[in-house]
């Protein structure tokens, strides 16, 4: 295969196992502490990197003077993301959780335009304003009032994009490539675990289970590292810009995996919801592709 093939075959695998994460999070948080859970899975999955930057020699990064405190930074908000998606999945529909994280563009557009001062045309401002429309659909719902778990979930991509800023700090001072995923998994993986311990310290108990065990380290491999692998595996051969183009496939994977083995059903608002978020992404897909040409 091509060096372009490839990297569009990373992208496609990466999307899947970004459409599954939704459906996988949501029925596991159902019987493990979300805090646990999240904590455990994240620290787990930043083990690999950890390994990796060792042999390299650049382990040191990690808590140099330079690098520190925009990598803390980095890790607090992603640590409000985790608590604000893992709780929020819980009090959520599966669907609701893979259509609602899709909102990121939204937020990296208003970031963009308002703290980092970047030109934007007015076809993605179009797109995204489609999926914000489809967005207000899915957690409005009239006289029953507003779900606080999509509440979350709208805020999960919002501290993630915010995290955003300090990696971008952290990468003006030439840092190693690696050094922001590792401090992004490793640090606010125990900062996870740590929260989860002041509020009840018994729930740490659930990972002495062999079951409980297998799940998160599963999870933190396949949810937490490889779908990092994955994506920067496709972003060395591809541009970000074509790479994101298949960005709706995940989407769809959310939605099968919510219906085939969560067993949801789809309500109306739901269905008109995904609508307007799906053809925001294709619109912004085909605005990533013709970027990229």
Avoid at 34 to 52: D, E, K, N
Avoid at 116 to 141: D, F, N, P, R, S
Avoid at 154 to 178: C, G, M
């Amino acid at each position: 295969m091509s060096k372009r093939t490839t990297g569009f075959v990373f992208a496609i695998l990466d999307m899947i196992t970004y459409g599954l994460l939704p459906v996988v999070s949501h029925y596991f948080v159902a019987t493990i502490d979300p805090l646990v859970f999240s904590g455990a899975a994240t620290l787990i999955g930043s083990l690999p990197l950890l390994v990796w930057q060792y042999r390299k020699k650049t382990i040191h990064q990690l808590y140099s003077r330079t690098y520190f405190p925009n990598l803390m930074g980095l890790a607090m908000l992603t640590t409000v993301a985790s608590i604000c998606y893992f709780f929020g999945t819980r009090l959520t529909s599966g669907l609701n959780t893979g259509l609602l994280t899709q909102m990121e563009p939204l937020y990296a557009l208003a970031i963009g335009i308002f703290i980092l001062h970047e030109a934007v045309g007015i076809h993605q401002i179009l797109a995204v304003l489609l999926m914000m429309v489809g967005a207000i659909v899915i957690v409005y719902k009239g006289a029953t009032g507003l779900n606080i778990g999509d509440i979350l979930i709208l805020s999960s991509p919002l501290a993630s994009q915010l995290s955003h800023l300090f990696a971008k700090r952290v990468y003006a001072e030439k840092a190693d490539t690696n050094v922001v995923p590792l401090a992004r998994m490793l640090y606010s993986g125990i900062l996870l675990l740590v929260i989860a311990a002041a509020i009840n310290p018994t729930s740490l108990f659930q990972l002495f289970s062999l079951k409980t065990l297998i799940i998160v380290t599963t999870f933190g491999l396949i949810f937490r590292f490889l779908d990092l692998l994955l994506w920067y595996q496709a972003i060395a051969r591809i541009s970000i810009s074509k790479a994101s183009s298949v960005i709706p496939l995940a989407v769809a994977v959310s939605l099968i995996g919510s219906l085939v083995f969560l067993k949801e059903t789809v309500s109306s608002h739901q269905l008109i919801g995904l609508f307007f978020i799906l053809g925001g992404l294709l619109w912004l897909s085909k605005i990533h592709l013709s970027e990229g040409k």
